[in-house]
């Protein structure tokens, strides 16, 4: 089927003598086939159970980073009788650790030798053994020492022996460390930091990813179900089939954002009750960024879906003609999530990846006002380009009834 | 909208389909007038699908025309036409009422219209019970309805139906045919393709048989029949082979006092019945007019 040149007429526009009522409903038709879909897929109940499964796991996964911020542990740590130096490390550990909020907390027991201190390790009454060896300190316990304990007690003790040894050169460790102090600055007063940053990005790669593979999947399904039962065939004769497109990316896309729009708002609930909490007013515009781009971005993917499904004849071909938009979108989720520098940069404006990368650029501060905007613009004209390619294709492949079709066949068939 | 009571006829001028080098329409004409049931038939691959789809414009024309009422019909025109895919089905998930009411809102019908248009179809056919059900939840037959019902919505100017009886038991079919009476009566041309010869004979009042893409008969089934090679069945008491000798009489089939024949002209008929009763006792001298489904034979063969 390589030769056909000419076009079918089922998708023309009516012609101008057309009656009132019905030329009306040719006008509106776009309008009937964008409910359907919104209604068909909001009342479906795996959807309606995947939405809730989401839900569910995005607050559970916010209640278990706050349960991990709020937990305390405490320690107990053997100090030799009578070590002052041993005993002020401890006490200093401990200041720290309360000033830092670390959710650690630190006792001391003493024991009387070495002896005593192993019996008090084997019998769990103290969890480390901090003492001075031959050759500078040594932390013992039963197994590994526990990190965050290992870090404060280093701290501890590196003080109490600089101060030690300070006092015998005849000085003070205040004295040798005047004007070394280094502290860190934001020009851009965000107070974003790179840990934040990170989890802000995963985030947003995971709801888009969510958003274009559920509702992507969605229509190029329904693509087809109307393609294999020919009901595309009663509907081409009743409205013009870019009525029919546009109604479908439209709906799936009103699906799709507003699927994302609950998540982020769990999401941003969530949060509100971890220590985050601090990062909302930035996180939400950056959320903002991101809902404009998806909605943008998705009217091209979905379109780009729709493709998919008409190539296939059959609901079965759908896994081999979707593959290569599945690709492009978890491509995208792992590119984006794991990018930074100059390639961030790159990808914040490239179609696709710029929905996601260009708000976590906006996140981190790193964008200048006007880069958000360029960006949505590159992003726009992709959508147009795909939407104007897509129905070509579309109206190509859907009258295709002879097995799977390729993108050049649809391109080049015109009924 | 208005019911039209007069109906304009669906003529297919000189329709030709090419994939690749396959010419699967080849300069198919015919008319399917209004008020009258036409019937399309042809083996599997003979173009019937193809011709019905390029008529209702789901399909690119390769040449030919299809005019409606006298004209080119437009897309306008095809919105008001009923259409029965083959291998068709609708939404699985999506209970019957909903369904056939968006497709009518599609074609134009506003919603409450089509919502009580809809329960009045479905309440003809005995579906009424079950319009809020799925429709995969539905028997064949059952589907079958419902498929006919979308064609039917919305007083259509013309029908086309591929395959609209295949798989419905004699009294569905019946059924089907009284609504589908009621739409010629109103003028609407009706043209369906079926397999079941027998039926297409008993309904139609034209009929069009299609064979590689090329129409090799149409018209009135009766005036077929009549044009149709006529056999004369002649029994005797003894045994007839002696037929075989006659001038202008070609002897198909002998089986001892039966022979079946046929005559080159009315004169060589007469000859023969004379040599019959002189020698032997006449016991039936009948013309046997072909069944449609000879003709079919025939002409497809």
């Known amino acids: 089927m390589s030769t056909l040149t000419t076009s079918t007429t ?7 003598d057309a ?102 390790l084997a019998d769990g009454d103290a969890d480390a053994w901090l003492h001075e060896g031959d050759d500078g300190w040594v932390l013992a316990a039963r197994g590994e020492p526990d990190g965050a304990l290992t870090q404060l ?48 990005s995963f985030a947003l790669a995971l709801l888009f990813f969510l958003g274009a593979i559920g509702s992507g999947q969605m229509i190029a399904g329904s693509v087809v179900e109307e393609k294999q039962s020919r009901l595309v065939e009663i509907m081409a004769t009743a409205v013009p089939l870019r ?95 794991s990018a930074s520098g100059t390639f961030e940069t790159v990808l914040s404006y490239v179609p696709i990846t710029n929905v996601v990368s260009m708000p976590v650029r906006v996140l981190s501060g790193e964008a200048v006002w006007w880069e958000p905007l360029v960006s949505l613009l590159v992003l726009a004209a992709f959508t147009w380009v795909a939407l104007l390619v897509c129905e070509r294709a579309y109206r190509g492949a859907l009258m295709q009834t002879g097995g799977r079709l390729s993108w050049r066949q649809a391109l080049r068939a015109e009924a | 909208m208005t019911t039209s ?26 008319t399917a007038p209004s008020g009258l049931l036409t019937g399309f038939v042809g083996g599997n691959g003979a173009g019937k699908t193809t011709t019905m789809r390029m008529i209702m414009g789901v399909l690119a024309i390769t040449g030919g025309e299809v005019r409606f009422g006298g004209d080119p019909v437009t897309a306008l025109d095809r919105r008001s036409f009923g259409y029965m895919p083959e291998e068709r089905g609708l939404y ?39 319009s809020k059900d799925h429709v995969e939840k539905l028997s064949l037959g059952n589907q079958q309805r419902v498929q006919i019902i979308a064609a039917l919505m919305g007083s259509p100017r013309a029908l086309i139906l591929d395959e609209p009886f295949s798989g419905l038991d004699p009294a569905a079919v019946d059924g089907m045919v009284d609504l589908l009476r009621e739409h010629t009566a109103r003028g609407v041309p009706v043209l369906f393709s079926s397999h079941q010869l027998d039926l297409v004979e008993r309904l139609c009042e034209r009929l069009v048989i299609l064979k590689a893409g090329r129409v090799v008969a149409a018209g009135e089934p009766a005036r077929l029949q009549e044009t149709g090679r006529v056999r004369h069945r002649l029994v005797v008491s003894r045994d007839a082979g002696w037929v075989r000798g006659v001038p202008g009489v070609h002897a198909v089939d002998v089986d001892g006092p039966v022979a079946l024949v046929e005559l080159a002209d009315a004169a060589s008929g007469q000859r023969l019945l004379a040599a019959a009763v002189e020698r032997d006792v006449v016991h039936e001298f009948t013309p046997l007019r072909p069944t449609l489904a000879e003709i079919y034979r025939e002409v497809t063969a």
């Open chain 1, 10 to 16: 089922g998708s023309t526009a009516p012609t101008p």
């Open chain 1, 19 to 120: 009656g009132p009522s019905r030329e009306n409903a040719t006008r509106n038709a776009w309008l009937i086939v964008m409910n359907r879909e919104i209604v068909v897929r909001a009342l479906n109940k795996t959807f309606l159970v995947g939405l809730l499964v989401s839900i569910v796991l995005i607050a559970a996964l916010a209640g278990f980073f706050a349960w991990q911020d709020s937990r305390t542990e405490s320690f107990d740590v053997a100090v030799p009788a009578g070590d002052t130096t041993a005993a002020a490390a401890v006490g200093s550990a401990v200041a720290v650790a309360e000033e830092q909020d670390a959710g650690v907390r630190i006792g001391t027991v003493e024991v009387a030798d070495d002896d005593a201190a192993r019996a008090a």
């Open chain 1, 153 to 200: 007690l280093a701290a501890g003790v590196e003080k109490e022996v600089l101060e030690r040894n300070a006092a015998a050169a005849g000085t003070s460790v205040t004295e040798l460390s005047a004007g070394s102090g280094l502290t860190t600055e934001r020009l851009d007063g965000s107070a974003i930091d790179s840990g934040t940053l990170f989890f802000a």
């Open chain 1, 243 to 337: 009525h029919l497109l546009v109604g479908k990316i439209l709906g799936s896309s009103v699906i799709a954002l507003g699927q994302n729009v609950i998540f982020a708002g769990v999401g941003l609930v969530a949060l509100s009750f971890t220590p985050m909490a601090g990062m909302l007013p930035a996180l939400s515009t950056s959320l903002v960024w991101f809902v404009l781009f998806f909605a943008v971005g998705f009217l091209g993917l979905a379109a780009l879906f729709a493709v998919s499904g008409a190539l296939a004849s059959r609901t079965e071909d759908l896994q081999h003609t979707t593959t290569p938009m599945m690709m492009a979108v978890m491509g995208t989720y792992f590119l984006t999530f």
């Open chain 2, 5 to 30: 009571t007069h109906g304009a006829d669906l003529d297919v001028r000189d329709l030709t389909r090419v994939f690749g080098d396959h010419r699967a329409v080849d300069g198919v004409t015919f």
């Open chain 2, 92 to 130: 699985p998930k999506q209970p019957v009422l909903d369904q056939l009411v968006y497709l009518a809102r599609l074609r134009g019908i506003p919603q409450r219209a089509a919502r009580t248009e809809v329960l009045g179809h479905l309440e003809r056919l005995g579906l009424a019970d079950r």
